[in-house]
């Protein structure tokens, strides 16, 4: 069988497929992966640009999430 025809479940930290949970709690998860990957991302540019204003702050984070920007 390939591995496109292969049903892959996604598990989140409780263990229960994303599959059963309810749409409010989906995106209750949604919301809480996307504040995740806010932190961490503004974290690592104030890791490289100490010192850095929170206006050149937020214009790099923009940045980052541009639509089809290219990865490093």
Known sequence: MSHRK???ETVNST??????????AR???A??????VSAIMLD???DRNP???KTRLVKLAHKRL???????
């Open 66 to 72: 541009e639509p089809g920007r290219r990865i490093r």
């Open 44 to 46: 690592s540019i104030l």
């Open 6 to 8: 292969r049903k892959v």
């Open 31 to 36: 919301a809480e992966m996307s504040s995740a």
């Open 15 to 24: 263990g229960r497929t994303l599959r059963t949970l309810s749409g409010e």
């Open 51 to 53: 010192g850095i204003s």
């Open 27 to 29: 995106v209750k998860l």
